[in-house]
């Protein structure tokens, strides 16, 4: 069990550009999770994904924002036309239903947008 | 989303017990309590869970109030590592809720 990677650690973009970032879960877990964390904030939800359906999209922040799971196994968050407010990190994490109760979460995607 | 209220920071010494609040006086009878915490440039970790008895794990114990309105996390010996935002959260058990952190209480360890 070699825990949830992300991947890049690191993402500094110029304002406009598109940013994709890949989440690597816990092999076997059916449960992926996307957060945004801000500084001094606790993490926010975005979406999640049970195996490769995406069952809850309504809190990304916006339509620039998209995420997929196409095998059910890694997952990408992409970011259109990044804006400086984007800047943030993005963590990701999995668990194995019907175990809901602990989330892993990898040690995130910090994106500063300049 | 279940909201819960927690100190924004505590300190402790090393090598002593340390003693987590958080209030949660809108708890339904479904919702589990669970802790997280988020060392340095680290994602999150679980750290324990409960519902109405008290929890102890390897990291931690977890004391549920009678009423539910309030938890205490307990670190029964602090160490440096332990220094991290400690988040107390409200979820039902169902998948379909996800996690909905708060600010947390960032703990100090004193050397």
């Known amino acids: 069990d070699t825990g949830v990677s992300q991947d890049p650690r690191h993402k500094i973009t110029k304002r406009g550009q598109n940013v994709t970032f890949r989440c690597d879960p816990i092999s076997e877990h059916n449960r992926l999770y996307w957060y945004r964390q801000t500084l001094g904030q606790g993490p926010e939800f975005l979406t999640y994904f049970q195996n490769e359906a995406q069952l809850e999209k309504s809190r990304l922040l916006s339509d620039r924002f998209s995420a997929e799971r196409p095998k059910g196994s890694f997952s990408t968050l992409e970011i259109q036309r990044t804006e400086q407010g984007d800047s943030a990190m993005y963590l990701c994490a999995s668990s194995l239903e019907p175990n809901l109760y602990e989330q892993y979460f990898g040690p995130g995607t910090r994106l500063t947008v300049t | 989303d279940a909201k819960t209220t927690q100190p924004n920071s505590m300190e402790s010494n090393e090598e002593e017990p340390v003693h987590l609040p958080c209030n949660h006086s809108t708890i339904s009878g479904t919702d589990y309590i669970h802790w997280y915490r988020q060392l340095p440039s680290q994602g999150p970790e679980y750290v324990i869970h409960?519902?109405?008895s008290n929890v102890n794990n390897r990291m931690a114990s977890l004391a549920i109030a009678e009423d539910r309105k309030s938890s205490t996390l307990i670190l029964h010996r602090a160490t440096l590592r332990d220094a991290a935002v400690y988040y107390c959260?409200?979820?039902?058990?169902?998948?379909?809720?996800?996690?909905?952190f708060g600010k947390g209480t960032r703990l100090s360890v004193i050397a």
């Open positions: 409960g519902l109405t």
């Open positions: 959260i409200l979820k039902t058990p169902s998948g379909n809720t996800p996690l909905v």
